[in-house]
């Protein structure tokens, strides 16, 4: 199983660089490390919000949160800890995953997110943070070390070539992503609504069509 270091030196091997990296938390003291400290984390939670992969789909009963309204919701709940991405509010005899119960997101005025809904004891199956390495999968790994050595490419070659080199790690990111997500949905993973993230839709990529879950 690769670890973050390992998924780090992948990407700088993308890149043409020296992929020595020792460790990244926290950093070795080479420049490559700083960069990697702070962009892989980033790539990393952005590609898990992508695609509601087998190996982060989580599912838990919610907690209702007191002294929280919104006119036209009877309960609000907390958003579970290490939520990416929710993908569905169940009722708690739901049979189908697809089956989401009306509801919103929004912050309270502590900041934190609360579902608000008219489901009484829900259930919410998400996308949840997963920062085990051993529990990804080869596709994963490989798709997370292009969208990695995209981010990297700016600040370690620099400059016009550096933006170049970005532009087709991006591409070549979209084909990993591609194959990623057919495996997985291969194993079993119930297809739902694919993620685009903002900065991606930026650079004119499409990354799949699907319907919503639900969240609005």
Same mark, same amino acid.
């Given at each position: 199983?690769?670890?973050?270091?390992?998924?780090?030196?992948? $990407?700088?091997?993308?890149?043409?660089?020296?992929?020595?990296?020792?460790?990244?938390?926290?950093?070795?003291?080479?420049?490559?490390?700083?960069?990697?400290?702070?962009?892989? #984390?980033?790539?990393?939670?952005?590609?898990?919000?992508?695609?509601?992969?087998?190996?982060?789909?989580?599912?838990?009963?919610?907690?209702?949160?007191?002294?929280?309204?919104?006119?036209?919701?009877?309960?609000?709940?907390?958003? #579970?800890?290490?939520?990416?991405?929710?993908?569905?509010?169940?009722?708690?005899?739901?049979?189908?995953?697809?089956?989401?119960?009306?509801?919103?997101?929004?912050?309270?005025? $502590?900041?934190?997110?609360?579902?608000?809904?008219?489901? #009484?004891?829900?259930?919410?199956?998400?996308?949840?943070?997963?920062?085990?390495?051993?529990?990804?999968?080869?596709?994963?790994?490989?798709?997370?070390?292009?969208?990695?050595?995209?981010?990297?490419?700016g600040p370690i070659i620099k400059g016009v070539e550096g933006a170049r080199v970005a532009e087709a790690m991006m591409k070549m990111f979209l084909?990993?992503? $591609?194959?990623?997500?057919?495996?997985?949905?291969?194993?079993?993973?119930?297809?739902?609504?694919?993620?685009? #993230? $903002?900065?991606?839709?930026?650079?004119?990529?499409?990354?799949?069509?699907?319907?919503?879950?639900?969240?609005?």
């Amino acid at each position: 199983m690769s670890s973050a270091v390992d998924i780090v030196n992948l $990407a700088l091997s993308h890149l043409g660089q020296n992929a020595d990296v020792i460790d990244i938390n926290p950093p070795d003291g080479s420049a490559e490390a700083q960069h990697a400290a702070r962009f892989y #984390p980033m790539a990393r939670n952005e590609l898990l919000e992508m695609h509601p992969w087998t190996f982060a789909i989580r599912r838990t009963v919610l907690a209702p949160v007191a002294g929280v309204n919104r006119p036209s919701w009877q309960y609000a709940y907390a958003m #579970p800890s290490g939520c990416i991405r929710p993908l569905s509010l169940l009722r708690a005899e739901a049979l189908d995953d697809d089956l989401s119960e009306d509801h919103i997101v929004e912050g309270s005025d $502590a900041g934190a997110r609360v579902i608000f809904a008219n489901t #009484p004891d829900a259930a919410l199956r998400y996308i949840s943070l997963v920062e085990d390495t051993t529990k990804f999968t080869p596709g994963f790994v490989a798709a997370l070390s292009r969208l990695l050595a995209a981010k990297l490419a700016g600040p370690i070659i620099k400059g016009v070539e550096g933006a170049r080199v970005a532009e087709a790690m991006m591409k070549m990111f979209l084909l990993e992503l $591609a194959n990623a997500k057919m495996s997985d949905s291969n194993s079993g993973s119930r297809r739902v609504s694919d993620f685009v #993230p $903002a900065g991606i839709r930026a650079r004119g990529y499409r990354i799949g069509r699907g319907t919503s879950a639900g969240f609005r």
